[in-house]
């Protein structure tokens, strides 16, 4: 079978050609990373069917795996916090369709890949926390270095996990990836953490168990090692 994934998108102000309007939208990163490892990818924007949950669920029947994507700050008060100065432009329709997707998905027990952004949703939807300014933390800003580049960050991975066998189990040399954060999961309860940065970042955690759950807080799709795309597309498949 082909497996068809669903993505996450974005609702934004957009321009191409001669349009300046409203647009769902996506990297096209995410979709040729599906397509290269074998599944059929499909845009889930954010939806104003009236009951969000039975779209989620609807939309989920007809999905063989879930990409959470990246994207803007989680709002802080999806886990009862006051924002920080630097976190700015939240979207809240798309926080509560990403929610509901993920509610869907666990009921279907569906293969489900978050992407930085989508690590933040996984956990603060199993009611943990983030930092909001991971520079006030670390005290630097090589996570996202500045807007529209992506971070070099290495990264520690514990070895033995689902994570460690979908990209190689580099537990001891370590993983090079790109980033692109401020924010980063500090509590994410029912989730095992599987990988760090060099400054003690969480990058990485997975849910224990046969299904394929699992959210990292890079970007896999802008590497040449789709490994966890590969993964969440062979997880559908079975």
């Given at each position: 079978?082909?497996?068809?994934?669903?993505?996450?998108?974005?609702?934004?102000?957009?321009?191409?050609?001669?349009?300046?309007?409203?647009?769902?939208?996506?990297?096209?990163?995410?979709?040729?990373?599906?397509?290269?490892?074998?599944?059929?990818?499909?845009?889930?924007?954010?939806?104003?069917?009236?009951?969000?949950?039975?779209?989620?669920?609807?939309?989920?029947?007809?999905?063989?795996?879930?990409?959470?994507?990246?994207?803007?700050?989680?709002?802080?008060?999806?886990?009862?916090?006051?924002?920080?100065?630097?976190?700015?432009?939240?979207?809240?329709?798309r926080d509560t369709?990403?929610?509901?997707?993920?509610?869907?998905?666990?009921?279907?027990?569906?293969?489900?890949?978050?992407?930085?952004?989508?690590?933040?949703?996984?956990?603060?939807?199993?009611?943990?926390?983030?930092?909001?300014?991971?520079?006030?933390?670390?005290?630097?800003?090589?996570?996202?270095?500045?807007?529209?580049?992506?971070?070099?960050?290495?990264?520690?991975?514990?070895?033995?996990?689902?994570?460690?066998?979908?990209?190689?189990?580099?537990?001891?040399?370590?993983?090079?990836?790109?980033?692109?954060?401020?924010?980063?999961?500090?509590?994410?309860?029912?989730?095992?953490?599987?990988?760090?940065?060099?400054?003690?970042?969480?990058?990485?955690?997975?849910?224990?168990?046969?299904?394929?759950c699992v959210a990292?807080?890079?970007?896999?799709?802008?590497?040449?090692?789709?490994?966890?795309?590969?993964?969440?597309?062979?997880?559908?498949?079975?």
């Amino acid at each position: 079978m082909t497996p068809l994934i669903g993505l996450t998108a974005y609702r934004e102000q957009a321009r191409w050609g001669v349009w300046d309007t409203r647009a769902d939208l996506l990297p096209e990163v995410y979709a040729r990373a599906v397509e290269a490892v074998g599944g059929v990818p499909v845009l889930l924007p954010p939806t104003t069917h009236p009951s969000v949950e039975e779209a989620a669920r609807l939309v989920v029947s007809r999905l063989d795996g879930l990409v959470i994507s990246g994207g803007a700050d989680v709002s802080p008060h999806q886990y009862a916090a006051e924002p920080h100065p630097r976190t700015r432009g939240w979207r809240d329709d798309r926080d509560t369709w990403e929610i509901a997707l993920l509610d869907a998905a666990e009921e279907r027990v569906l293969p489900v890949l978050g992407v930085c952004r989508g690590m933040q949703v996984m956990a603060v939807r199993a009611g943990g926390t983030l930092e909001q300014h991971l520079p006030d933390e670390v005290g630097h800003e090589q996570h996202g270095p500045s807007p529209g580049e992506f971070g070099e960050v290495g990264v520690r991975l514990a070895s033995g996990t689902r994570l460690a066998s979908l990209v190689g189990d580099r537990s001891v040399e370590g993983l090079g990836v790109r980033c692109h954060h401020h924010q980063a999961v500090r509590e994410h309860p029912g989730f095992a953490p599987v990988a760090w940065a060099e400054d003690g970042t969480l990058e990485a955690m997975e849910a224990p168990g046969a299904r394929f759950c699992v959210a990292v807080q890079w970007h896999p799709e802008m590497l040449a090692d789709v490994g966890l795309f590969a993964g969440l597309v062979e997880a559908a498949r079975r």
